[in-house]
């Protein structure tokens, strides 16, 4: 049973950074792609970023609207996934989820929700203007 637990969530004021960490356990991480997700109220979850597995690291994918100010990392040494969230504005306010999938990259693309199969509880971002 895989379980993935958010936290580092809270609120920030416009312009500000958050760091989001993911702790996994339950399989072998290191050969899962990673990602985050948010959903605000009335909205559907989007994809905000995916990192895969490699030497370095793994490849990394963005959605268009955090491009330049949120990066995923992770270590898998420890079986944790990162989001550093920076310049953060206040349409990043929504809850942010954590994904696992058991592939090296989601079969379906890295920005899909399908393409995932293991979701964390969330941890909510608020952005004060």
């Known amino acids: 049973q895989v379980q993935l637990v958010e936290s580092g969530g809270g609120l920030v004021q416009a312009g500000g950074s958050l760091r989001l960490s993911c702790a996994a356990s339950g399989r072998t991480f290191s050969s899962s792609a990673m990602a985050w997700f948010r959903q605000a109220p009335g909205k559907e979850r989007e994809f905000v970023g995916g990192i895969g597995i490699g030497p370095s690291g793994g490849s990394t994918s963005y959605a268009d609207s955090v491009k330049g100010r949120f990066t995923v990392s992770r270590d898998n040494a420890k079986n944790m996934v990162y989001l550093q969230m920076n310049s953060l504005k206040p349409e990043d306010t929504a809850l942010y989820y954590c994904?696992?999938?058991?592939?090296?990259?989601?079969?379906?693309?890295?920005?899909?929700?399908?393409?995932?199969?293991?979701w964390g509880q969330g941890t909510q971002v608020t952005v004060s203007s």
């Open positions: 994904a696992l999938a058991r592939s090296k990259w989601p079969t379906t693309g890295v920005g899909t929700v399908s393409g995932y199969d293991y």
